[in-house]
């Protein structure tokens, strides 16, 4: 399984830029997918994550209200719309995805990510 992130930019504080990510190969439909960000220095950190049936998201703290997450399971790609950007919210985000079909969760944290894809820069200027 390949996942290809893009969508990355630089933008001003309170822009908005929206992030695609690309399944390719063994692609499966019953796994959640999730975004992920580092930021220099700073451990990963979770950002969104939603089922796979596309019904059920869920935010890190620091993005709720301002971050959706949505998927294309007919595409194999999931989106994430970023509004009212900040400077904190500068970091190479990455896309990830559950070969687990069981979850009666939605994933946030990295281990239970089985693939990863690059990763795409996001710079937020203030």
């Known amino acids: 399984v390949q996942l290809q992130a893009s969508g990355g930019g630089l933008v001003q504080a309170g822009g908005s830029l929206r992030l695609s990510c690309a399944a390719s190969?063994?692609?499966?439909?019953?796994?959640?997918m999730g975004w992920f960000r580092q930021a220099p220095g700073k451990e990963r950190e979770f950002v969104a994550a939603?089922?796979?049936?596309?019904?059920?998201?869920v935010y890190g703290e620091s993005v709720k209200g301002r971050f959706t997450i949505s998927r294309d399971i007919s595409k194999n790609t999931v989106y994430l719309e970023m509004n009212s950007l900040k400077p904190e919210d500068t970091a190479v985000y990455y896309c990830?995805?559950?070969?687990?079909?069981?979850?009666?969760?939605?994933?946030?944290?990295?281990?239970?990510?089985?693939?990863w894809g690059q990763g795409t820069q996001v710079t937020v200027s203030s």
């Open positions: 190969g063994r692609t499966f439909s019953n796994g959640a």
């Open positions: 939603i089922d796979w049936s596309g019904g059920r998201a």
């Open positions: 990830a995805a559950d070969r687990t079909s069981s979850r009666y969760y939605v994933p946030a944290r990295p281990h239970e990510y089985d693939y």
